[in-house]
């Protein structure tokens, strides 16, 4: 708190900072980015790529053309995601307004996950992109359980921990990931956030942004503007709402087991990330992607 003093706030602003930091909101004031990831000017001077994303909120439109297109480049068996829109209504009628928050792995600085895998199969890339090694992975869920933000699952076909990978085989050939070039409002950023160049560099150091459960101290490279407490909070202790989002989809759509892995197998070597992603350590543990 006394950094925020230091940086000449108000009274009523340091209040307002300190309630939000407070509820769990995650607001942070301008600053540089590698001191969001807790990095000294020489250790960012040599880890030189930070990849991040910032999702702009006044600009989501709730259209979940990102969780399509990831599922589509990925091949994501039916209800499963790993990006996902939470859909949030706020406020009393007539004064109702639709609030819409997408969650994806935030790439954590310092993964928690990373540190709890028994078996080393979750890592870090030199660019900071965290991944899963699913030769290595026992499928213990352990990482599952330790993750904060709920945004890892157990794949049904593969037996093994998945999450988003930030399109890492888009990355390595200077391509954006599927869900930011599909967004129809143009709500997510993605780039180095060490890079003065970058968009999302700039982004973090003039305007305000927020992150998700700073308290957990992993340091997301996931940012957001324009925040909104209500919609973080929402239902997140409802039974009915939780029930819904964990909700068997392939039987609701009166799939049996085998016709929503036949669903799967329609894409299974075809799409983009089958064919050209590369999850093996060995591969990674020194390569940084060339966006």
């Known amino acids: 708190m006394d950094e ?22 995650g607001f942070v004031t301008l600053t540089n980015p590698a001191k969001l990831l807790g990095l000294t000017a020489k250790a960012a001077n040599s880890k030189k790529v930070r990849y991040g994303m910032v999702i702009d909120l006044k600009k989501c439109i709730g259209c979940h053309a990102c969780t ?41 600085e310092t993964p928690i996950c990373n540190r709890n895998c028994p078996v080393n199969a979750t890592y870090q890339r030199p660019d900071g992109i965290v991944l899963v090694d699913r030769d290595r992975c026992i499928g213990c869920k ?21 999450k988003c990978t930030f399109c890492v085989h888009r990355v390595d050939r200077g391509l954006k990931p599927a869900c930011v070039d599909s967004c129809v409002g143009k709500a997510r950023m993605f780039g180095n956030i060490l890079d003065p160049k970058e968009e999302v560099y700039k982004i973090i150091n003039t305007q305000p942004i927020s992150v998700l459960k700073p308290e957990q101290n992993t340091k997301p490279r996931v940012f957001y503007l324009n925040l909104d407490y209500l919609a973080v909070e929402a239902n997140k202790t409802d039974p009915k709402y939780m029930k819904y989002y964990r909700r068997n989809v392939a039987r609701d759509m009166g799939l049996s087991g085998k016709q929503a892995e036949a669903n799967y197998n329609v894409l299974r070597g075809k799409s983009n990330a089958d064919k050209t992603y590369n999850y093996k350590i060995k591969d990674n543990i020194n390569k940084s992607g060339t966006l």
């Open 4 to 25: 925020l003093k230091g940086k000449g706030l108000s009274r009523k602003e340091f209040l307002k900072v300190a309630g939000l930091t407070a509820l769990g909101l």
């Open 68 to 108: 399509v297109a990831c599922k589509q480049e990925n091949n994501i068996p039916l209800g499963f995601n790993r990006t996902w829109v939470k859909d949030v209504e706020a406020g009393t009628y007539p004064a109702i307004k639709r609030i819409f928050l997408p969650m994806i792995c935030n790439h954590c």
């Open 142 to 162: 352990y990482c599952m359980v330790s993750c904060p933000y709920n945004m890892r699952f157990p794949h049904p076909y593969l037996n093994v921990a998945d």
